[in-house]
Nanobody, 123 residues
Framework: QVQLVESGGGSVQAGGSLRLSCAVSGYTYSGNCMGWFRQAPGNEREGLALIGSSGWTAYATPVKGRFTISRDNDKHIMYLQMNSLQPEDTAMYYC?????????????????WGQGTQVTVSS
């Protein structure tokens, strides 16, 4: 059974940092693309960062330069380091495991999703 479990969310003041983790089990982790997404109340879920098995990365414009995605293929964990957080970053954050090695922003390209971890940034 595939499981993705996010952790590391919480409340932080504007300008602060958080590091999210996504532990993966029961999945062919090492070869496929992985990604972080978020959904704020009233908004659609949006892609933030993608990472391929070789370490290739891509970032959405709102988080470029502030967030860093990484993965440890040996430990089956993916991370999202978030710096310079702003109130508009408040959302539920999800990790996702892709259906293939290729990385796409399209959410249907991701076969498995975690339950999410809440991030709240106060001004």
């Amino acid at each position: 059974q595939v499981q993705l479990v996010e952790s590391g969310g919480g409340s932080v003041q504007a300008g602060g940092s958080l590091r999210l983790s996504c532990a993966v089990s029961g999945y062919t982790y090492s070869g496929n693309c992985m990604g972080w997404f978020r959904q704020a109340p009233g908004n659609e879920r949006e892609g933030l960062a993608l990472i391929g098995s070789s370490g290739w990365t891509a970032y959405a414009t709102p988080v470029k330069g502030r967030f860093t995605i990484s993965r440890d293929n040996d430990k089956h964990i993916m991370y999202l380091q978030m710096n310079s957080l702003q109130p508009e970053d408040t959302a539920m954050y999800y990790c996702a495991a892709g259906r293939s090695r290729s990385c796409y922003w399209t959410q249907s390209s991701y076969a498995e999703w975690g339950q999410g971890t809440q991030v709240t940034v106060s001004s």
